[in-house]
């Protein structure tokens, strides 16, 4: 029922809803128009026409670059889809022993940076001297090389050790959330294990599934990272490392750049339209990486079959975290890159700490991360409730422009704020400034989703009580509203500060040596071949992240639970929204499991 | 509080603090206010998707001084709007609402009191405790708004929780506390300011069936020992009966009756009331004579004729067809078929509830409710005889005025 609706200030409100034309819309709508222009010059004047569109389409290197992206989004999806389920599958069903630290290991790949996993993986896996490749040759006595990352299928494993998340916590929510008495029923009118599964269990999941293959898909399309660094010395082009070169190579195209980029935007717009079509008006709230009870007579399964399928998620974990990070480490404690340990020294990180570079790009990392989740928590916290609170016209396309940026690449919002930067009469290009602002423009719809998710849950006859208690709209808004959205909204504000502490893909065409990142810094490093170094700047950024997301496991508990000194009398349901819920707590908050995004 | 002291609209400046718990009006007071609370012609429809939906179509009310008035109806029959109205929670499309003479709402002068101004206290269906307080933050919310000092509130909270019998109960969590508690805070926190008025929404329809029963008989004592202006809104006939000092019937945003809770169960004014209220029997008859002020009418299915009362606006002639209104324990049931006077019928269906038993007879074809005591045992197939007790009976039309 529609509630009267006076006296929202206006102000704060309009800001919010204004604000989206500077950061979103306009960096867009120049990409757009800079992809018309007939100059490949970001500053000059040119003449709108819709050349540079057909000029793609009749270059083979980039047809195949597109194509490439496409070969490996769909490899992503299959792949991640498979082991997703079958992970989702082992934990909520068969209910192997430590299923619950599996369950809670599972989202670690999640938060990892991609382009460390890649730089990881590319230490572990080249084909010259990658350390498994030299293990092996070790073992049997001579070179070998059964091995090679630099390969279309070694692209394609990175990204999907990444992607396999999202699969495994839509999955196994929606299998832990499922009524076991649908399973029982069906066991009850005779039908058998498999049978269940098939015919009751996977088609009650499926729609979970197919929103996190979709993810994979969108996230192996938007990935740069992983083709730019293993596909880098087979010539392995896709259309965003086609979009960096045009920008980073001489002659400069940014005209072309755009034109690529808004062919990938397009292909991911709809991608994500049609995933959210899919996940429809279901609500993900108990989504909270924690799988649920799980039908209980799925799970007679004897203890050897237990303990053998454990390995399965065993072993995902141990590729998509263990070794990679295991190979950084080792690295990083040598003073070359080498398979075979002969020293172990610190000097690696004695350098970096020395180094003033080194330290200023981490500088620079943490206040352009920390100045831009604090405005985007401010800023995401007013658009929220004026969405919540108002019914403009329009207001809905809104909501659709502020979520906009999950569906669009880093490197293509990159290049659209290139336009921006280089246009603009204020000098920001080059400065912190135009970091911040790409930050704020990538990330802010995950903070967003979280605050959005968690304001859905406080039932609108919280506010009515408040009103009729003789509060204000004002005090409704700090007594009640705030309060309840507050562990939300700071889980969305580490999210924040994790996606940009560790973003390659959004700066690596805004970044230069005035304003360099950790993330830049460990790129440079890259190409200069400084591997023990990079391995050493990687493990620092991984361990700045793992407290963050420590930090924020711990910020986003529920506020005042005193659940100890519950009464005898059992609690009635009234409060769904806590009970369920605590999620917005978890790090695995629906904003991410709904769209996630490095 | 007195009453009549203060006729202009209430203030949200908290002036009039947190006065004592309203004690019963001393002897020699002026006469009650019976038009405490007016409600004018409100009209209000919602669109959704492009489709208008009225919800209420010209509900007119007055609630006395102290009284508790129920707002009684079928989902949907605008029952509850009518109470957000009251409350400023919606504002209706046309109409006006005055609290002690002084206008809330008028919708066609355009003037609107919010909420937080109106010094209405409310309980909501879902009770809305916010869980990041305590209960006695919860219940101190409302004494907080109006700037009561840290130590009145303390006292003022105290004596409220004390009197829902959750004094000890201070410090807890709303998700801490069972069902009926978390409904009796709700409770505690819409009255703690003395309200002028005192809204319930459904407030018992969270609870489950036993727990409703014990509530309602401590909710009945609760209430008349405040002595608050009172809306209740419930779906419940049989609760509204059990509470109220006035019920109106409602379905399809109209006011159908006004009354007692005795003049609405002896007297319903059409098929409708006399359904909802009471699983009454409808059976149909015809006028057959006029006498002491009502008439006769004999059922369609034989016997004899019995005295009815028409509603008092209906004047239905000799040869009318109309229907009579038969409360299910007022059936005289007698075994075997032909007797004089009686209607032939046979048992259906037989339920036993404890204090007696509850049967479906067929005349004809036409089901008829009885409830009988507990010595009165008839088989499943048996032919019975029917006569009804406690003429005069009720008489309604024979249809519904918009069927």
Same mark, same amino acid.
């Given at each position: 029922?529609?509630?009267?609706?006076?006296?929202?200030?206006?102000?704060?409100?309009?800001?919010?809803?204004?604000?989206?034309?500077?950061?979103?819309?306009?960096?867009?709508?120049?990409?757009?128009?800079?992809?018309?222009?007939?100059?490949?010059? &970001?500053?000059?004047?040119?003449?709108?026409?819709?050349?540079?569109?057909?000029?793609?389409?009749?270059?083979?290197?980039?047809?195949?670059?597109?194509?490439?992206?496409?070969?490996?989004?769909?490899?992503?999806?299959?792949?991640?889809?498979?082991?997703?389920?079958?992970?989702?599958?082992?934990?909520?069903?068969?209910?192997?022993?430590?299923?619950?630290?599996?369950? &809670?290991?599972?989202?670690?790949?999640?938060?990892?940076?991609?382009?460390?996993?890649?730089?990881?993986?590319?230490?572990?896996?080249?084909?010259?001297?990658?350390? !498994?490749?030299?293990?092996?040759?070790?073992?049997?006595?001579?070179?070998?090389?059964?091995?090679?990352?630099?390969?279309?299928?070694?692209?394609? %494993?990175?990204?999907?050790?990444?992607?396999?998340?999202?699969?495994?916590?839509?999955?196994?929510?929606?299998?832990?959330?499922?009524?076991?008495?649908?399973?029982?029923?069906?066991?009850?009118?005779?039908?058998?294990?498999?049978?269940?599964?098939?015919?009751?269990?996977?088609?009650?999941?499926?729609?979970?599934?197919?929103?996190?293959?979709?993810?994979?898909?969108?996230?192996?399309?938007?990935?740069?990272?992983?083709?730019?660094?293993?596909?880098?010395?087979?010539?392995?082009?896709?259309?965003?490392?086609?979009?960096?070169?045009?920008?980073?190579?001489?002659?400069?195209?940014?005209?072309?750049?755009?034109?690529?980029?808004?062919?990938?935007?397009?292909?991911?717009?709809?991608?994500?339209?049609?995933?959210?079509?899919?996940?429809?008006?279901?609500?993900?709230?108990?989504?909270?990486?924690?799988?649920?009870?799980?039908?209980?007579?799925?799970?007679?399964?004897?203890?050897?079959?237990?303990?053998?399928?454990?390995? !399965?998620?065993?072993? /995902?974990?141990?590729?998509?975290?263990?070794?990679?990070?295991?190979?950084?480490?080792?690295?990083?404690?040598?003073?070359?890159?080498?398979?075979?340990?002969?020293?172990?020294?610190?000097?690696?990180?004695?350098?970096?700490?020395?180094?003033?570079?080194?330290?200023?790009?981490?500088?620079?990392?943490?206040?352009?991360?920390?100045?831009?989740?604090?405005?985007?928590?401010?800023?995401? %916290?007013?658009?929220?409730?004026?969405?919540?609170?108002?019914?403009?016209?329009?207001?809905?396309?809104?909501?659709?422009?502020?979520?906009?940026?999950?569906?669009?690449?880093?490197?293509? *919002?990159?290049?659209?704020?290139?336009? =921006?930067?280089?246009?603009?009469?204020?000098?920001?290009?080059?400065?912190?400034?135009? *970091?911040?602002?790409?930050?704020?423009?990538?990330?802010?719809?995950?903070?967003?989703?979280? *605050?959005?998710?968690?304001?859905?849950?406080?039932?609108?006859?919280?506010?009515?009580?408040?009103?009729?208690?003789?509060?204000?709209?004002?005090?409704?808004?700090?007594?009640? =509203?705030?309060?309840?959205?507050?562990?939300?909204?700071?889980?969305?504000?580490?999210?924040?500060?994790?996606?940009?502490?560790?973003?390659?893909?959004?700066?690596?065409?805004?970044?230069?040596?005035?304003?360099?990142? *950790?993330?830049?810094? =460990?790129?440079?490093?890259?190409?200069?071949?400084?591997?023990?170094?990079?391995?050493?700047?990687?493990?620092?950024?991984?361990?700045?992240?793992?407290?963050?997301?420590?930090?924020?496991?711990?910020?986003?508990?529920?506020?005042?639970?005193?659940?100890?000194?519950?009464?005898?009398?059992?609690?009635?349901?009234? /409060?769904?929204?806590?009970?369920?819920?605590?999620?917005?707590?978890?790090?695995?908050?629906?904003?991410?499991?709904?769209?996630?995004?490095? | 509080?007195?009453?009549?002291?203060?006729?202009?609209a209430p203030h949200r400046d908290g002036s009039a603090g947190p006065a004592p718990v309203r004690q019963g009006q001393p002897d020699g007071e002026p006469a009650l206010d019976p038009d405490y609370v007016r409600i004018e012609s409100l009209f209000k429809q919602f669109s959704r998707t492009g489709q208008a939906t009225r919800v209420l179509n010209d509900v007119s009310l007055t609630i006395g001084e102290g009284e508790l008035l129920t707002l009684l109806g079928p989902s949907g029959c605008?029952?509850?709007?009518?109470?957000?109205?009251?409350?400023?929670?919606?504002?209706?499309?046309?109409?006006?609402?005055?609290?002690?003479?002084?206008?809330?709402?008028?919708?066609?002068?355009?003037?609107?009191?919010?909420?937080?101004?109106?010094?209405?206290?409310?309980?909501?269906?879902?009770?809305?405790?916010?869980?990041?307080?305590?209960?006695?933050?919860? #219940?101190? +919310?409302?004494?907080?708004?109006?700037?009561?000092?840290?130590?009145?509130?303390?006292?003022?909270?105290?004596?409220?929780?004390?009197?829902?019998?959750?004094?000890?109960?201070?410090?807890?969590?709303?998700?801490?506390?069972?069902?009926?508690?978390?409904?009796?805070?709700?409770?505690?926190?819409?009255?703690?300011?003395?309200?002028?008025?005192?809204?319930?929404?459904?407030?018992?329809?969270?609870?489950?069936?036993?727990?409703?029963?014990?509530?309602?008989?401590?909710?009945?004592?609760?209430?008349?020992?405040?002595?608050?202006?009172?809306?209740?809104?419930?779906?419940?006939?049989?609760?509204?009966?059990?509470?109220?000092?006035?019920?109106?019937?409602?379905?399809?945003?109209?006011?159908?009756?006004?009354?007692?809770?005795?003049?609405?169960?002896?007297?319903?004014?059409?098929?409708?009331?006399?359904?909802?209220?009471?699983?009454?029997?409808?059976?149909?008859?015809?006028?057959?004579?006029?006498?002491?002020?009502?008439?006769?009418?004999?059922?369609?299915?034989?016997?004899?004729? +019995?005295?009815?009362?028409?509603?008092?606006?209906?004047?239905?002639?000799?040869?009318?067809?109309?229907?009579?209104?038969?409360?299910?324990?007022?059936?005289?049931?007698?075994?075997?078929?032909?007797?004089?006077?009686?209607?032939?019928?046979?048992?259906?269906?037989?339920?036993?509830?404890?204090?007696?038993?509850?049967?479906?007879?067929?005349?004809?074809?036409?089901?008829?409710? #009885?409830?009988?005591?507990?010595?009165?045992?008839?088989?499943?197939?048996?032919? #019975?005889?029917?006569?009804?007790?406690?003429?005069?009976?009720?008489?309604?039309?024979?249809?519904?005025?918009?069927?």
């Amino acid at each position: 029922m529609a509630t009267p609706r006076p006296s929202l200030h206006l102000l704060p409100a309009a800001l919010a809803v204004l604000a989206l034309i500077p950061v979103v819309v306009l960096p867009l709508a120049y990409l757009v128009y800079g992809s018309t222009l007939d100059t490949e010059s &970001a500053t000059g004047a040119g003449r709108v026409t819709f050349e540079r569109f057909g000029e793609i389409a009749g270059n083979a290197d980039y047809r195949q670059g597109i194509l490439n992206s496409l070969k490996l989004a769909v490899a992503t999806g299959v792949g991640s889809c498979i082991i997703g389920v079958l992970i989702a599958w082992i934990v909520v069903h068969v209910r192997p022993p430590g299923r619950n630290v599996i369950d &809670a290991l599972m989202i670690v790949p999640f938060f990892l940076s991609s382009f460390v996993l890649a730089i990881a993986w590319a230490m572990l896996g080249n084909p010259n001297n990658g350390l !498994i490749n030299g293990w092996i040759s070790d073992l049997v006595g001579r070179d070998v090389v059964p091995l090679s990352m630099y390969s279309f299928w070694g692209i394609a %494993f990175v990204i999907m050790t990444g992607t396999v998340p999202f699969v495994y916590m839509l999955t196994a929510a929606a299998l832990g959330s499922t009524d076991p008495s649908l399973e029982e029923a069906a066991a009850m009118s005779g039908a058998g294990r498999v049978r269940r599964l098939r015919t009751v269990t996977l088609p009650l999941v499926a729609p979970s599934i197919l929103a996190g293959v979709f993810f994979a898909v969108v996230f192996a399309m938007e990935s740069f990272a992983e083709p730019a660094i293993l596909g880098a010395s087979i010539r392995y082009n896709t259309v965003l490392t086609d979009i960096y070169l045009a920008v980073e190579n001489f002659p400069i195209k940014y005209g072309t750049a755009s034109a690529l980029a808004v062919v990938v935007m397009a292909i991911t717009v709809v991608l994500v339209f049609v995933q959210g079509k899919l996940l429809g008006n279901r609500s993900f709230v108990s989504l909270s990486g924690k799988s649920g009870s799980g039908a209980d007579i799925s799970s007679g399964y004897g203890r050897r079959a237990r303990l053998a399928l454990l390995l !399965i998620p065993v072993g /995902y974990l141990v590729l998509a975290v263990v070794l990679p990070m295991l190979a950084l480490a080792l690295i990083s404690l040598q003073p070359f890159a080498s398979p075979q340990i002969t020293e172990l020294t610190l000097q690696n990180y004695e350098w970096f700490f020395s180094d003033e570079a080194n330290l200023r790009a981490l500088r620079n990392s943490g206040i352009t991360s920390a100045a831009a989740a604090v405005a985007s928590m401010l800023w995401m %916290f007013v658009l929220a409730y004026a969405l919540r609170r108002s019914r403009f016209w329009g207001s809905r396309v809104v909501g659709y422009v502020a979520l906009l940026p999950i569906a669009v690449p880093g490197v293509v *919002i990159g290049v659209a704020l290139l336009w =921006i930067s280089l246009r603009s009469p204020v000098l920001i290009h080059g400065t912190l400034i135009i *970091i911040a602002l790409a930050y704020v423009a990538r990330f802010s719809p995950f903070v967003l989703r979280s *605050i959005t998710a968690a304001m859905t849950q406080v039932d609108v006859a919280l506010e009515e009580s408040a009103r009729m208690s003789g509060a204000g709209e004002g005090r409704v808004l700090r007594d009640i =509203i705030f309060p309840l959205i507050r562990p939300s909204l700071l889980s969305g504000g580490v999210i924040f500060g994790l996606f940009s502490l560790r973003d390659l893909n959004t700066v690596v065409l805004l970044s230069g040596p005035t304003n360099n990142t *950790i993330s830049m810094q =460990i790129w440079s490093m890259y190409e200069n071949a400084q591997l023990p170094l990079v391995a050493a700047t990687a493990v620092v950024q991984s361990s700045i992240l793992l407290a963050l997301v420590v930090l924020g496991r711990w910020l986003g508990r529920a506020p005042t639970v005193r659940s100890s000194t519950v009464d005898a009398d059992e609690p009635e349901a009234s /409060y769904p929204s806590r009970r369920e819920g605590g999620s917005p707590a978890s790090l695995a908050s629906p904003a991410l499991a709904r769209h996630g995004g490095r | 509080m007195s009453t009549g002291s203060r006729t202009t609209a209430p203030h949200r400046d908290g002036s009039a603090g947190p006065a004592p718990v309203r004690q019963g009006q001393p002897d020699g007071e002026p006469a009650l206010d019976p038009d405490y609370v007016r409600i004018e012609s409100l009209f209000k429809q919602f669109s959704r998707t492009g489709q208008a939906t009225r919800v209420l179509n010209d509900v007119s009310l007055t609630i006395g001084e102290g009284e508790l008035l129920t707002l009684l109806g079928p989902s949907g029959c605008g029952k509850t709007t009518t109470l957000r109205c009251v409350a400023g929670l919606e504002r209706p499309d046309s109409g006006a609402i005055w609290v002690r003479g002084a206008p809330v709402v008028d919708a066609d002068a355009g003037s609107f009191v919010p909420p937080e101004a109106r010094r209405i206290g409310m309980a909501f269906q879902s009770y809305a405790l916010w869980p990041h307080m305590s209960v006695l933050d919860n #219940v101190g +919310y409302p004494l907080r708004m109006r700037r009561v000092r840290r130590e009145g509130i303390r006292r003022r909270a105290d004596e409220i929780l004390d009197r829902v019998g959750l004094g000890g109960k201070l410090r807890r969590f709303p998700r801490e506390l069972s069902g009926g508690e978390q409904q009796r805070v709700a409770l505690a926190r819409a009255v703690v300011a003395n309200p002028d008025v005192l809204l319930l929404d459904e407030p018992l329809s969270n609870l489950d069936a036993r727990l409703r029963q014990q509530t309602l008989i401590w909710l009945v004592a609760l209430l008349r020992d405040l002595k608050i202006t009172t809306i209740y809104v419930t779906h419940d006939q049989s609760e509204a009966l059990a509470i109220s000092d006035q019920i109106a019937v409602m379905h399809g945003g109209v006011i159908l009756q006004r009354g007692t809770p005795s003049e609405v169960y002896d007297h319903p004014l059409t098929r409708f009331v006399a359904e909802f209220i009471g699983a009454a029997n409808l059976l149909p008859g015809q006028v057959t004579a006029h006498r002491d002020g009502g008439c006769e009418v004999l059922p369609a299915a034989g016997g004899q004729p +019995y005295l009815a009362l028409p509603p008092a606006d209906a004047h239905p002639a000799s040869g009318d067809e109309v229907a009579l209104v038969v409360r299910p324990e007022k059936v005289v049931v007698q075994p075997g078929h032909d007797r004089p006077g009686c209607i032939d019928a046979v048992v259906n269906v037989r339920v036993y509830s404890g204090s007696g038993w509850q049967y479906v007879m067929l005349i004809g074809d036409q089901e008829l409710r #009885v409830d009988t005591a507990v010595d009165q045992v008839f088989e499943r197939g048996n032919p #019975v005889s029917l006569s009804f007790d406690g003429a005069p009976l009720p008489l309604v039309s024979h249809r519904e005025p918009h069927e």
